[in-house]
């Protein structure tokens, strides 16, 4: 397997604008703004009976200034470190100090770790049984909820947190195989793998997991496949995330409210996801102190709630969405076609609410950078090394649909936390491999 396999393009594929602008970093952003945008919409005069039936009362809500002033300052912090991040991928190869040596002395000792990194078809047959591994818990939690939870909608909430989260898996190893996959056969595989995992990740009830299948997907297209066919790609994809949001979101609240699903209904719910979260943050904004009200237990909490119990026995903490919940006063139990849910309700807050909640200014700023900080890097890097594109692929599709949500959750602080070690690794072992001639989609 030449050096060539490794790397991701060609020098003119990366001059395509198409290429450049689907990158995970300038879609976050135009989805970052666009969400927030949705709130100052007029959708609420079209879907107000649908809003009305899912109990969101806040149509026509518009934030504070000092809202909004916060919501542009995480995205100038987002960028810097963004750009941060590009620079460090760039002066990767010119590591000096007292590390240097050690450095050269590993990187030198793991060149078959190098060339096994380099091959593609060891990825892809890594990619299938990572993916074999996630369907199979998505089967598992099937026959332990007794049917699919998009249509008995109660059983969510005793879904096990463990297998639920090896099945979140697909959104990793499907983006694997669609980067290794260079012969026609694997292709069709991967294609077919690809909408089994969206079809079983719908079924375990929760819109948002068959979305990060698909936008983790995408952005592992956009690196393998070629400008002039990339377009119909993005649309193809695009609309598979429509119907997969629209049609889990419709069947889930439906089961929820009481509503009759329809299109009117995947409108209301795009306003009133969009208007709820900012609502929220809002709220957050005006009743927290600039330093923050958790002191860091957020974060702790929302750690701790994703440990197993063999390393972290007994009660575990709600992680922070639900802790918002209560500090936003919001219901403590709920009734689901005849079954009281004695549980909190969980409460989205955009991807500034948990931290402003927990660190305030300081939290917000952290976290902005980090984030922009680890994609930049990952978004650099990856069009030279071929296995770091499902890690950036995967952590953007996380960072995109906490937009809506935050990041303060055990799924998502676990997939930081891999990046982290990606790229610490990639700094300490990975030789920058020239971007040459690849065969692409």
């Known amino acids: 397997m030449s050096d060539r396999d490794a ?96 450095v050269s002395g590993l990187a030198g000792s793991t060149g078959r770790l190098g060339a096994a990194l380099k091959s593609k078809t060891l990825w892809f047959w890594i990619g299938i049984v990572g993916w074999l591994i996630g369907f199979a818990a998505v089967a598992v939690q099937w026959v332990a909820s007794g049917g699919a939870s998009l249509t008995d909608i109660g059983t969510r909430w005793y879904q096990s947190p463990i297998i639920v989260f090896i099945a979140m898996s697909q959104i990793f190893f499907v983006p694997v195989l669609v980067a290794t996959a260079d012969r026609p056969w694997q292709r069709w595989v991967t294609g077919f793998l690809f909408v089994l995992s969206i079809l079983g990740l719908s079924a375990l009830g929760a819109r948002n997991i068959p979305a990060k299948a698909v936008v983790s997907t995408f952005f592992a297209v956009v690196y393998v496949a070629r400008p002039k066919s990339l377009a119909r790609m993005a649309i193809a994809l695009g609309i598979v995330l429509v119907v997969a949001m629209g049609v889990v979101g419709a069947f889930s609240k439906s089961g929820i409210y009481g509503t009759p699903a329809s299109g009117k209904l995947v409108v209301a719910l795009t306003y009133s996801d969009s208007v709820g979260s900012v609502y929220n943050l809002d709220r957050i904004v005006r009743m927290t102190p600039t330093l923050g009200a958790y002191g860091g237990n957020l974060l702790r909490d929302s750690i701790l709630a994703g440990v197993p119990r063999t390393i972290f026995p007994g ?127």
């Open 7 to 102: 790397a991701v393009g060609t020098a003119a594929d990366w001059s395509s604008r198409t290429k450049r602008w689907l990158q995970p970093f300038p879609v976050l952003m135009v989805i970052y703004f666009g969400y927030f945008a949705i709130v100052y919409s007029g959708f609420w005069r079209y879907t107000y009976q649908e809003l009305m039936s899912l109990s969101t009362n806040i149509m026509g809500f518009q934030p504070a200034l000092g809202t909004v002033a916060l919501y542009v300052l995480g995205a100038v912090v987002m960028l810097l470190g963004f750009m941060l991040g590009m620079l460090l991928a760039r002066r990767r190869d010119r590591l000096s100090g007292p590390w240097s040596g050690m």
């Open 315 to 441: 009660a575990k903490p709600d992680y922070a969405n639900y802790q918002i919940g209560k500090y936003l006063g919001g219901r403590q139990n709920f009734l689901i076609e005849g079954q009281l849910i004695n549980r909190g309700v969980s409460l989205a807050a955009t991807l500034l609410g948990p931290a402003y909640a927990d660190l305030g200014l300081p939290g917000v700023i952290a976290q902005m950078l980090l984030v922009g900080l680890m994609i930049g890097y990952l978004q650099m890097r990856a069009r030279s090394w071929l296995w770091l594109v499902p890690f950036l692929a995967a952590l953007g599709s996380y960072v995109i649909n906490g937009v809506n949500v935050g990041l303060f959750s055990p799924p998502f602080l676990a997939a930081i936390a891999l990046s982290l070690v990606v790229i610490g690794l990639d700094l300490l072992f990975g030789r920058r491999i020239a971007v040459e001639p690849v065969r692409s989609v």
